[in-house]
Each structure stands twice: as structure tokens, then as C-alpha cells.
């Protein structure tokens, strides 16, 4: 029996026939594994702000597009006008849900609670990567920042979901943003409402309300779709994808910035001898991972850590060559014994360590072991709770990591990089330690010229590919499936994207 036989997905759903009817057109409803925080989430906080970007409620200054570039979108421009300085001029005639205007002061107050520790809408994670020193205001529409030191990726953190535009709450508008749809009620981890915005300044919104319920189990979600009982189900099934559409259903899929990847022990173990890390990431097919695991629609095998022909992405193939992973391992001075790998007189052994809250990461590792097995190395999977599989590893207790990270939450490399690779990275699990690495995360963090960042950020890719501190297995592609005459959506590689004004039910 293969190993893709051996690990390949059941499917979830039974057969079915035709796909039911459901509700009227000037209603959408969505089915998704998590619901709201609170019973008014406020979209600075946590990752709030990603539900209320998602829904088409909050806006931020700066926007991602499909391919992962940067636009304005409250912003009209956008100007450095010294190593620290930003000048951000608003789109003129902007106002917020209750009719007020947005002006260059109500950014500022939108903005600075971040910041302040105690604060509701504190978020330490965005505090750091803004890095504010200082905001003023020089007229009604330009907002001046100030950051503490120079960081080519500031305009990119205003694209960030929680850093959404508000105005000043009232009972009716408990978020009082400027989106083409507005908040109205939610209900802590089950349902987040809300209705159209007739006067938004874009067009009329397709739908006059948008209801979000949260159905954590994936299967439960697939039934209600069938059933009838939602419009829109976003991360489907991956096995039964192909089965759903042929009812009648949409289906929608493009791979994410999502990365499964794994941090490698490089400062103990064999792992710290960088020929054994090529040589796994050699002995791994990603093609049969993506098919065994995802049935072949959920992911795409990644050679980098950005998607293929998105933006930041260097032209990096995933490469498996199971002859020239065993050629490494003779080269690093490790002897096949009766067909497993002998290194200084024991087995050649590596230990995977991962965690169990997304539903892939278990069958990965395993699908990874075996892989690592077919060659002669003996490998191990340990499961447990993210932080206490972080703990070993950084420990040395372990000697692969397998995470699931977004790698362009604000659609920059250098925050997200620092964290995993640099030295003092606060992510760096692996204790990965190059000066080369440390140099070019510094440089594009503080060369402000884009062409000249993405050279950077390419020499970065290829460093990885060689020194392999991380190996990158897939991206996820976001499968959704919706009811036939959807128009106006497409998956979003940040998943941070769901419903613009201009999503709707056609004919």
C-alpha cells in the first residue's frame, strides 16, 4: 500500500443529488469555523478587525489586492517625506456609517488607542509593527506619522484589518465605520450581522444584509450547505470539492499566503548540520502531501514562502529528489546501515513536533515521516498544544516544527521574517543563527525603495533555500463553495478579503 493510500482524506460528505434552493437574494449567508469574540468585537483588538474587513464593514488607509500589491483605499496617496516621516492625504468626501466625516483628527483617534496599554482597543502585535512615535494632523485630510525608526514597511502596516478607520460609537452604531455594509449585532461565537449601506460612497451594497454563523467542525458546515440552510460555506471540505459542484454549486479556490512549513532545530541534534536539513527538505514530495492531505484542491506544493507569482515571491521550485537527499546525508558524514542512516554510531533519528488545531498539521507530519522513512531515516511525530511543541523545539527538545502561518498578514515580508529568522527573532524556535540573514532582514526593513526590497527579500528566499533554517511545504488554497450565481468574489490570498460592494446574486 502507498503512502498516499495509507493517508489519504475519507470523504466527509455522501453523495448527493441536486443542490437545494435556499433563501432570498437580498440575504447572504455565510458559514465559517469561528465566530466573534464578543457582542461588539471591537475590529482593533485581537484579530477582530479581520471579521469586520471580511464583511465589508471596516476600512483601513491602505489596501492588498488579489496579487498581494499595495493600493490606497480610505487613503488618496501616501508620501515618505523623511527616513520617519509619512504624510497620508485622505480621500475627499468620506464619511463614516452615522453620517459624520472622516477627517485627518479621526484617524488619529482611531488610530492611537492601539498603542496605549489598558486601552479596549490595545493590540500590542500592530503597536509593533506601526512603531508610532508621534501622529498630527496638517488640515482636515492629511494625517503626518511619525515612526520611531525607519521602516520601509510602515505603509504596508496601515493595510493591516485591525487597524480599521472609526468613528466615534453610538448605540446604533457600536462600530461606526466606512464600509459598504454596517455592523448590527453579534452573538459571542455564533453569528455577526450586519445590513447594507445604501449611501455607500462606492454603489449600492449587493445584499441588504449579511449574516456570518460559525460551524467549527467543517463536515457539520458541508450538510448545512446542502440542506439549504446557508449560502456560503468559506473552507469547504477539500475532499468532497469536486463532488459538491457537480449539484450546481461554485466553487472558488487560490492558494493563500497561508504557509505550512517547518522551523528546523539548527543550533542542536542533527538538524544543526545544514547538508541533513537539505536533505529533508529534498526527501519530502509536497506534490503527494498537497494530494494525501488536501485531495489535491486545498493547497499548492511551495517552494518559497510566497505563493507562485504573487508578489515578494522568488522563483523557487519545490524540488523532491529522494537520490540526492541520500547523497547529502553521505556527505555529512552519515553511513546507510541495513537500510536506515547511521550518524556517529546511532540511528539517524528526527523527531516532528506540531499541533492538533488545524485540522491538516497531524497528517502532514505523518505523510512527512513516512517520506523520511522511505529513505532509511528514522523519524517520529509528537502532537501537543502549539505553544508546548514552540517550547521544545526552542529548548532543543525536537527537532521539526510544523506551523501554519499567514506570511503576509500586512502584505510585507519584514515583520513576519524578523520574528521567524533573525537572531533575536521573537518566533525563531529554531535558534536559526546568520549574520547574512540578520543583514539582509535589516536592509529591508530600511531600504525604502521597492525594487531594491524585493532583490532583498529574494536574496532572503534563496538563503533559505540553501541554509533551509525553514522548509516550506505548502500554501493553502482556501476552498469556498457557494450557490450557483455568486458574482463579484474571489478568494483573497491574505484571507483578510471576503465581500466587496459589488458581491451579489445574479440570474
Same mark, same amino acid.
Given at each position: 500500500?502507498?503512502?498516499?493510500?495509507?493517508?489519504?482524506?475519507?470523504?466527509?460528505?455522501?453523495?448527493? *443529488?441536486?443542490?437545494?434552493?435556499?433563501?432570498?437574494?437580498?440575504?447572504?449567508?455565510?458559514?465559517?469555523?469561528?465566530?466573534?469574540?464578543?457582542?461588539?468585537?471591537?475590529?482593533?483588538?485581537?484579530?477582530?478587525?479581520?471579521?469586520?474587513?471580511?464583511?465589508?464593514?471596516?476600512?483601513?488607509?491602505?489596501?492588498?489586492?488579489?496579487?498581494?500589491?499595495?493600493?490606497?483605499?480610505?487613503?488618496?496617496?501616501?508620501?515618505?517625506?523623511?527616513?520617519?516621516?509619512?504624510?497620508?492625504?485622505?480621500?475627499?468626501? #468620506?464619511?463614516?456609517?452615522?453620517?459624520?466625516?472622516?477627517?485627518?483628527?479621526?484617524?488619529?483617534?482611531?488610530?492611537?488607542?492601539?498603542?496605549?496599554?489598558?486601552?479596549?482597543?490595545?493590540?500590542?502585535?500592530?503597536?509593533?509593527?506601526?512603531?508610532?512615535?508621534?501622529?498630527?494632523?496638517?488640515?482636515?485630510?492629511?494625517?503626518?506619522?511619525?515612526?520611531?525608526?525607519?521602516?520601509?514597511?510602515?505603509?504596508?502596516?496601515?493595510?493591516?484589518?485591525?487597524?480599521?478607520?472609526?468613528?466615534?460609537?453610538?448605540?446604533?452604531?457600536?462600530?461606526?465605520?466606512?464600509?459598504?455594509?454596517?455592523?448590527?449585532?453579534?452573538?459571542?461565537?455564533?453569528?455577526?450581522?450586519?445590513?447594507?449601506?445604501?449611501?455607500?460612497?462606492?454603489?449600492?451594497?449587493?445584499?441588504?444584509?449579511?449574516?456570518?454563523?460559525?460551524?467549527?467542525?467543517?463536515?457539520?458546515?458541508?450538510?448545512?450547505?446542502?440542506?439549504?440552510?446557508?449560502?456560503?460555506?468559506?473552507?469547504?471540505?477539500?475532499?468532497?470539492?469536486?463532488?459538491?459542484?457537480?449539484?450546481?454549486? #461554485?466553487?472558488?479556490?487560490?492558494?493563500?499566503?497561508?504557509?505550512?512549513?517547518?522551523?528546523?532545530?539548527?543550533?542542536?541534534?542533527?538538524?544543526?548540520?545544514?547538508?541533513?536539513?537539505?536533505?529533508?527538505?529534498?526527501?519530502?514530495?509536497?506534490?503527494?502531501?498537497?494530494?494525501?492531505?488536501?485531495?489535491?484542491?486545498?493547497?499548492?506544493? $511551495?517552494?518559497?514562502?510566497?505563493?507562485?507569482?504573487?508578489?515578494?515571491? $522568488?522563483?523557487?521550485?519545490?524540488? %523532491?529528489?529522494?537520490?540526492?537527499?541520500?547523497?547529502?546525508?553521505?556527505?555529512?558524514? $552519515?553511513?546507510?546501515?541495513?537500510?536506515?542512516?547511521?550518524?556517529?554510531?546511532?540511528?539517524?533519528?528526527?523527531?516532528?513536533?506540531? %499541533?492538533?488545531?488545524?485540522?491538516?498539521?497531524?497528517?502532514?507530519?505523518?505523510?512527512?515521516?513516512?517520506?523520511?522513512?522511505?529513505?532509511?531515516?528514522?523519524?517520529?511525530?509528537?502532537?501537543?498544544? %502549539?505553544?508546548?511543541?514552540?517550547?521544545?523545539?526552542? $529548548?532543543?527538545?525536537?527537532?521539526?516544527?510544523?506551523?501554519a502561518w499567514v506570511m503576509l498578514p500586512q502584505g510585507d515580508p519584514g515583520s513576519i521574517l524578523g520574528f521567524l529568522l533573525a537572531?533575536?527573532?521573537?518566533?525563531?524556535?529554531?535558534?536559526?543563527?546568520?549574520?547574512?540573514?540578520?543583514?539582509?532582514?535589516?536592509?529591508?526593513?530600511?531600504?525604502?525603495?521597492?525594487?531594491?526590497?524585493?532583490?532583498?527579500?529574494?536574496?532572503?528566499?534563496?538563503?533559505?533555500?540553501?541554509?533551509?533554517?525553514?522548509?516550506? @511545504?505548502?500554501?493553502?488554497?482556501?476552498?469556498?463553495?457557494?450557490?450557483?450565481?455568486?458574482?463579484?468574489?474571489? @478568494?483573497?490570498? *491574505?484571507?483578510?478579503?471576503?465581500?466587496?460592494?459589488?458581491?451579489?446574486?445574479?440570474?
Open positions: 500500500m502507498s503512502i498516499l493510500t495509507r493517508f489519504a482524506a475519507a470523504a466527509l460528505i455522501a453523495v448527493g *443529488t441536486t443542490l437545494p434552493a435556499l433563501a432570498q437574494d437580498d440575504t447572504l449567508t455565510i458559514s465559517v469555523t469561528f465566530g466573534p469574540t464578543a457582542e461588539v468585537p471591537d475590529p482593533r483588538a485581537g484579530y477582530n478587525g479581520w471579521m469586520s474587513n471580511q464583511t465589508g464593514v471596516t476600512e483601513t488607509l491602505m489596501g492588498i489586492d488579489y496579487d498581494l500589491n499595495l493600493y490606497p483605499r480610505l487613503a488618496e496617496s501616501i508620501e515618505q517625506t523623511a527616513a520617519t516621516t509619512w504624510r497620508v492625504t485622505l480621500r475627499e468626501g #468620506l464619511t463614516f456609517h452615522d453620517g459624520s466625516p472622516v477627517t485627518a483628527q479621526t484617524v488619529v483617534d482611531a488610530i492611537a488607542p492601539i498603542s496605549i496599554e489598558g486601552d479596549p482597543a490595545h493590540n500590542a502585535r500592530i503597536a509593533g509593527v506601526l512603531d508610532l512615535a508621534s501622529m498630527s494632523t496638517d488640515g482636515e485630510r492629511v494625517v503626518v506619522f511619525e515612526t520611531d525608526s525607519p521602516n520601509a514597511a510602515f505603509q504596508w502596516s496601515l493595510s493591516d484589518p485591525g487597524v480599521a478607520i472609526l468613528g466615534a460609537p453610538s448605540e446604533d452604531f457600536p462600530i461606526n465605520a466606512t464600509g459598504p455594509y454596517i455592523f448590527r449585532e453579534a452573538v459571542t461565537e455564533q453569528l455577526y450581522r450586519v445590513e447594507a449601506d445604501a449611501d455607500y460612497r462606492l454603489g449600492t451594497p449587493g445584499f441588504d444584509e449579511i449574516r456570518v454563523v460559525a460551524s467549527p467542525d467543517p463536515a457539520s458546515a458541508a450538510l448545512a450547505f446542502e440542506a439549504g440552510d446557508v449560502d456560503m460555506v468559506i473552507n469547504y471540505p477539500e475532499t468532497d470539492f469536486a463532488r459538491i459542484q457537480e449539484t450546481g454549486a #461554485l466553487g472558488f479556490t487560490a492558494p493563500t499566503a497561508r504557509l505550512y512549513f517547518y522551523s528546523m532545530n539548527t543550533a542542536s541534534g542533527p538538524l544543526a548540520n545544514p547538508l541533513i536539513r537539505q536533505a529533508v527538505s529534498l526527501a519530502i514530495d509536497r506534490d503527494g502531501i498537497v494530494e494525501g492531505v488536501l485531495s489535491g484542491v486545498g493547497g499548492v506544493p $511551495a517552494g518559497t514562502i510566497y505563493p507562485a507569482g504573487k508578489s515578494w515571491a $522568488a522563483d523557487i521550485a519545490p524540488t %523532491y529528489d529522494p537520490v540526492r537527499a541520500e547523497e547529502l546525508l553521505a556527505e555529512a558524514g $552519515a553511513v546507510k546501515q541495513g537500510g536506515v542512516w547511521m550518524l556517529d554510531g546511532a540511528p539517524l533519528e528526527i523527531e516532528i513536533l506540531t %499541533y492538533s488545531s488545524r485540522a491538516a498539521l497531524p497528517p502532514t507530519a505523518e505523510i512527512t515521516q513516512a517520506f523520511l522513512q522511505q529513505i532509511g531515516i528514522s523519524a517520529s511525530v509528537r502532537v501537543g498544544e %502549539y505553544g508546548a511543541s514552540n517550547e521544545a523545539l526552542m $529548548a532543543g527538545d525536537g527537532d521539526m516544527f510544523l506551523q537572531s533575536d527573532g521573537g518566533s525563531n524556535a529554531g535558534r536559526y543563527a546568520n549574520p547574512a540573514m540578520d543583514d539582509l532582514l535589516v536592509r529591508g526593513q530600511t531600504t525604502f525603495e521597492q525594487a531594491e526590497r524585493e532583490a532583498i527579500y529574494n536574496e532572503v528566499q534563496q538563503l533559505i533555500a540553501t541554509d533551509v533554517p525553514l522548509i516550506p @511545504v505548502f500554501h493553502v488554497s482556501q476552498a469556498v463553495v457557494a450557490r450557483a450565481g455568486l458574482t463579484g468574489y474571489q @478568494v483573497h490570498p *491574505t484571507e483578510t478579503y471576503w465581500i466587496t460592494h459589488e458581491t451579489r446574486f445574479t440570474e
